[in-house]
């Protein structure tokens, strides 16, 4: 099997496989093997969002004697579905790959990678990682979601020998990015920054979608965020890939913001049907069409006067700031007479909806008018908002602190349609407050 010779060679083995943006660790002579896992650092903020993984949690340690240790927080492990590319292009399976955030170190960590895989690198294994000198893992999430690992070596890839400068991680000093079809050690953030100017400076765009034969007018009124991603060159396929550059891009417009749907997965509305939950706790509408409603601006610590529920975030002392090791954590609607729980939202269920595109973000305002064609045109900015490294913890304390809440508007109309939808938002006027609370790191950029 011959080896990875350049930069480029190695670019098109990962873009032949639908890989966008690839993340690069240079691994230490000894440390990383199956025994030891793979090390990702102390400092890295939502590093297991980065790919997509169905995320769990198990007890945290109680101990503080580990420098730096946090006691009590829950550990999260992110089972990935992972497999190594050889140099062929051969996806090798390696089903218990999972990546493991330590919030108590903090650590983060890559183990189960050699288990059951029928070929996996034997530069990782522990008796014979020494022959092969300098290794470099190679990680990026191909165009159907599974996430592919690739390991280089000096001994048979002449690359590892001149291997380019790239980028750092947001808050890592361990891990790289590379873009695979754009400019050489050009930092994902900074490109993304040139590519939103641009589109801000043009003005209007006529509405479109890109779909996988091509771009195509759209006339539908959710033309403004097809647009964008068509403009910055996003295939609109519904995965749950980050849509550009590792960033999910969100474009807005009106009071509120909707970040994601979650159903709730326990409680009645968990335990029931929707049109049982809506007959016990949806109301009238108040036009008299009929309609049963589930509607109202649910905060932690408040009672929504339209449902008569209140919201609290269980097993998180907002006080001390500190989520408890083991029993239950969610978010729950409540009645404060009965104390039933008409609806739950399971840290699980919040984990895997918020790791599905929200490690990186970036927002941005959005304006609409009729064109000459009489179709819709868009215009972008002047500015927008980016986060960068996020968890369910950030989002759980956003929750708590009230600057993101439940808005559902739930509906049976008369003729017996159904409409479930689960809105968690912020208001727009909060965005900036938003996103310092929910991302390591935000900045809000002007053009």
């Not at 091509?214 to 995965?239: I, K, M, R, S």
Request: aromatic share 10%; glycine share 12%.
């Amino acid at each position: 099997m011959s080896g990875i010779n350049s930069i480029s060679q190695l670019r098109k083995l990962l873009g032949g496989e639908g890989i966008r943006t690839a993340y690069v660790k240079k691994l230490s002579p000894k440390q990383d093997n199956e025994k030891n896992q793979i090390y990702f650092g102390r400092e890295l903020p939502g590093l297991i969002n980065l790919f997509p993984a169905r995320l769990s949690f198990r007890e945290g340690s109680t101990s503080t004697a580990k420098s730096r240790s946090k006691a009590g927080q829950p550990i999260i492990e992110g089972q990935l579905d992972f497999a190594w590319l050889d140099r062929t292009g051969t996806r090798h399976p390696a089903p218990h790959t999972k990546i493991i955030d330590y919030f108590q170190y903090p650590e983060v960590r890559m183990s189960g990678f050699l288990k059951d895989c029928n070929d996996p690198p034997d530069a990782l294994r522990r008796q014979s990682q020494a022959n092969y000198c300098r290794r470099i893992l190679i990680l990026g999430t191909a165009g159907d979601g599974q996430v592919l690992g690739l390991v280089l070596t000096e001994l048979e890839d002449q690359l590892v020998g001149d291997f380019p400068d790239l980028p750092f991680v947001p808050s890592s000093t361990v891990l790289q990015v590379l873009l695979i079809d754009k400019g050489m050690g050009e930092d994902p953030a900074q490109r993304l920054h040139r590519e939103i100017s641009a589109i801000v400076r043009q003005g209007w765009h006529w509405s479109r979608i890109l779909k996988a034969g091509g771009v195509e007018p759209f006339h539908g009124t959710q033309g403004g965020g097809y647009t964008l991603e068509a403009l910055l060159g996003v295939t609109a396929n519904g995965d749950k890939k980050p849509d550009v550059h590792g960033f999910e891009i969100k474009s807005f417009s009106g009071s509120r913001i909707s970040l994601m749907t979650p159903t709730a997965d326990y409680g009645y509305a968990g335990d029931h049907p929707f049109r049982t939950f809506m007959d016990r706790y949806g109301r009238p509408g108040q036009k008299n069409d009929g309609s049963l409603r589930f509607v109202g601006v649910h905060r932690a610590g408040e009672i929504c006067q339209a449902t008569g529920l209140g919201m609290r975030v269980v097993g998180y002392n907002r006080e001390i700031d500190s989520f408890r090791a083991s029993g239950r954590i969610g978010v729950e609607l409540f009645d404060p007479a009965t104390g039933e729980v008409a609806a739950g939202w399971s840290l699980d269920k919040l984990a895997n909806c918020w790791n599905a595109k929200h490690a990186n973000a970036l927002y941005i305002d959005v304006r609409r008018r009729i064109g000459a064609s009489s179709g819709y045109e868009y215009a972008y900015g002047p500015g927008w908002i980016t986060g960068t490294g996020t968890d369910v913890f950030r989002l759980l304390r956003g929750i708590a602190s009230g600057i993101v809440f439940f808005d559902p508007a739930h509906t049976i109309y008369a003729d017996g349609r159904a409409k479930v939808r689960p809105q968690w938002r912020i208001n727009t006027r909060q965005l900036p407050d938003a996103m310092r609370e929910l991302y390591a790191s935000s900045e809000v950029v002007t053009v």
